[in-house]
């Protein structure tokens, strides 16, 4: 029996006019997601992504690639067979018996595009519906069936799968649709999962990271190698900058209050993503805070870090709660990774006693101890560039 993967789109729908656009774009992604793991044939007919996939021993991966890909909803294997009523019949009875077990109720949902076919919608319900019911021990319910038995006749053939089988896809818009975005990416649990929340909304990710060797460990930037190429499952590539900043950490260290330190080095981190965000087209800057979460995160410090760039930026996590923000990074895949002890070069920086409630004023007047310029443009100098794809 053959099987094919069907997918469901949502949002794209809502569209109108810049549908066709849509679409083309989301096959162009599943193209890209699905061209090394095997060979497939993506069509899209009436709001249905149809993934015809030459070895049947790889259907399974191509689900699974499919699972991440932003703009599908819903996704299943279906049977596909000749679209013959008795044929119909034959493939459902094989097809569903593991699902269609003693006592289950269930009810054939079906729905016909080609109009040729000589059975209306409600006749091939019956028909499909009469026999399964023969056939099994089962009960029809069709208000509020257990199992409900699909059957789509479309151009090129007929389709089959239960619709509660179907795998919850990833859901927004595809990569593509909403231009691009610069990710200041961390180590840590937070900034990952904010990446990902934004790319869901169809924008492209860029990706920065601040990384203070000697202070900081190959590992280190392993790590963060690591956590773009999870990122990258679902935006199919990354460009990811690493931006040498143990220079400016130790001008701060040495010539500016300690408690101040944090908020420092993060105003130097936006203006530097800001330039390589400019210099590539990017929109926007994305950061993982969450209002309250650690002292450089209350709002007076968010003012005082955000004041130094004209960019947008995007914070997607900014009302959500530890335990949220970890459950998502779990979810998407991104959580094992983050925990890994490698420190990150905040942690090695670290205040004892950092200011909690700190003016922009005061912080402007530390910086004039420093040559900021300077310090920005020998970072930007020394950046090094890494195309980062899935595995
Ligand atoms: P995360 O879990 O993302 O590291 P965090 O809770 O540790 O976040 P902070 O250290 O205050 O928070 O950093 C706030 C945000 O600043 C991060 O979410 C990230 O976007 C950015 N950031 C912090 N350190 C770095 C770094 N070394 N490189 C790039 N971005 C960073
Ligand atoms: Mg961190």
Redesign the pocket.
């Known amino acids: 029996m053959k099987e094919m993967i069907i997918a469901k789109y949502g949002e794209i729908i809502l569209k109108g006019g810049n549908r066709p656009r849509f679409e083309s774009i989301l096959i162009n992604n599943i193209n890209n997601s699905l061209k090394k793991v095997a060979k497939t044939h993506v069509k899209i007919l009436q709001a249905t992504v149809y993934v015809d996939v030459e070895d049947p021993e790889k259907l399974d991966i191509v689900l699974e690639r499919m699972s991440k890909i932003f703009g599908i909803v819903a996704i299943t294997k279906a049977a596909v067979c000749k679209k013959d009523i008795e044929e119909i019949k034959q493939t459902a009875k094989e097809y569903f018996k593991e699902s269609l077990t003693e006592g289950v109720t269930f009810k054939v949902e079906a729905k016909r595009s080609d109009k040729q076919f000589p059975f209306t919608s409600p006749e091939i319900q019956q028909e499909v519906g009469g026999y399964l019911d023969d056939e099994f021990p089962i009960s029809v319910d069709v208000h509020n069936p257990q199992q409900t038995v699909m059957v789509e006749i479309r151009d090129f053939g007929a389709f089959l799968y239960i619709r509660e089988n179907m795998l919850r896809g990833q859901g927004g818009m595809p990569i593509g649709t909403g231009s691009k975005a610069t990710?200041?990416?961390?180590?840590?649990?937070?900034?990952?999962v904010?990446g990902h929340m934004i790319a869901k909304r169809g924008v492209e990710i860029d990706a920065?990271?601040?990384?203070s060797f000697p202070y900081t460990s190959e590992r280190a930037k392993e790590k963060v190698i690591s956590l773009a190429k999870i990122i990258a499952q679902y935006t199919s590539k990354i460009n990811l900058y690493i931006v040498p900043?143990t220079e400016i950490q130790l001008q701060i260290r040495d010539n500016c209050p300690e408690e101040q330190m944090?908020l420092l080095m993060?105003r130097f981190?936006m203006r530097i993503a800001e330039r390589i965000a400019e210099k590539n087209k990017s929109k926007a800057l994305?950061?993982?805070?969450s209002v309250g979460?650690?002292a450089?995160?209350t709002l007076a410090a968010l003012d005082v870090t955000n004041a130094v760039v004209d960019m947008p930026i995007l914070q997607p996590l900014i009302g959500m709660d530890k335990v949220e923000i970890m459950d998502r990074a779990y979810k998407i895949g991104t959580y094992e990774t983050?925990i890994l002890p490698y420190e990150?070069?905040?942690t090695v920086f670290t205040p004892k006693h950092p200011v909690v409630n700190p003016r922009r004023e005061n912080i402007e007047k530390t910086e004039m101890h420093l040559n900021v310029e300077e310090l920005i443009e020998a970072a930007l100098q020394g950046v090094e560039k890494i195309e980062v794809l899935p595995e």
């Open positions: 990710l200041l990416l961390s180590g840590g649990i937070d900034s990952p904010a920065v990271n601040f990384f900043f944090t993060r981190m994305i950061t993982g805070e979460q650690v450089s995160q983050s990150d070069c905040c």
